[in-house]
C-alpha cells in the first residue's frame, strides 16, 4: 500500500483523499491517502512522513511557503512533495490551466488579474507569466513589489480592462469587495475563485459584476492539479471529468 496524504491546517473538509482514491482505482493500485492536520512544524512531520515510507504529500494552506523554503531551490510555493531526497513542484498553476481549458476559457492573448499573492497565487502567476503581462493585486504592497521583481512580465494592476479574473483570497472584507467592484471588466469576462469551500463564491455572485454562468469555483482546478501531482508520484495522467462532474453536483 502506497502512503500519501495533504498537510494543513485546519483541513479537515478537504476532498483529497476522495479524489486521490478515485484516481488509485482508475489506475489499478493500492493507496493510503490521509488528512493530515497538524497545528505546527510541518518540516518535521513531512521528514518523519518520508523516512518512514511516505511516497508523497500535497502541501496546502497556510504551508506552501514554508515547506518551498526547506524543499526548493527556485519556488516560491510548493504544493505537491514527491522522492527520495525530497523533490518538490507546484501544481498549482497547472491545474488551473488545465481546468480553464477544460471549460473552454482562453487565457493566450488575453488581460488576466490574479487577486491574491498567497501560494496558489504566486504558482498561477508563474504559469500565466511565461507568454503574456499578467496583472496582479494584493493588500500588501510590499509583497506586490517582490512577486513584481521575481518574476517577468508581471505588473500591478491600474485599471486596465479585464478578460479573466482569478481569486486567489480566503475572505472577502469590505475594503476588498470595495476594490473587486472597481475592477474594469470587459462585458463578456470570467470570475474564477479558486476556493470550493468558504464564502467568498457567495460574495463574487451577490456583486453581480458578470452573470452566474460566467463565474466558476475552484473545484476543477482542485481536481487537476492533485491530478498532475499524482503523475509526478506514479508517472500516471488519470482522466479528471468524472470526478470533477461527480464532486460538483455534491456542493
Known sequence: MKKLGVLGKEISYSMSPEI???FAKEHGIDIAYKIFDIPADPIGFIENFFNHGGIGLNITKPYKEIVAKKFSK??????????????????????LIADLKSKNIETKGKNILIWGM??????IVKE???NQTTYIANRS???????????????EYANQEIDLVILCVQDIDQNTEKQIRQINLRKD?????????????????????????????????????AAES??????????????????????
Not at 498567497?118 to 504558482?123: H, L, N
Request: net charge negative.
Open 20 to 22: 486521490h482514491n478515485s
Open 74 to 95: 527556485d519556488l516560491n510555493s510548493v504544493n505537491c512533495l514527491f522522492g527520495r531526497p525530497i523533490n518538490s513542484a507546484s501544481t498549482d498553476g497547472i491545474g
Open 118 to 123: 498567497g501560494g496558489a497565487g504566486i504558482s
Open 128 to 130: 500565466l507569466s511565461h
Open 141 to 155: 504592497k510590499e509583497k506586490l513589489s517582490i512577486i513584481q521583481n521575481s518574476f517577468l512580465n508581471v505588473e
Open 189 to 225: 469576462a470570467y470570475i474564477y475563485d479558486i476556493n470550493y469551500t468558504g464564502s467568498t463564491l457567495n460574495t463574487i455572485e451577490s456583486l453581480e459584476l458578470v452573470s452566474k454562468d460566467r463565474i466558476f469555483n475552484g473545484l476543477g482546478m482542485l481536481v487537476e492539479q
Open 230 to 251: 499524482y503523475r509526478l508520484w506514479f508517472n500516471y495522467s488519470p482522466s479528471t471529468e468524472k470526478i470533477k462532474n461527480f464532486l460538483n453536483e455534491r456542493l
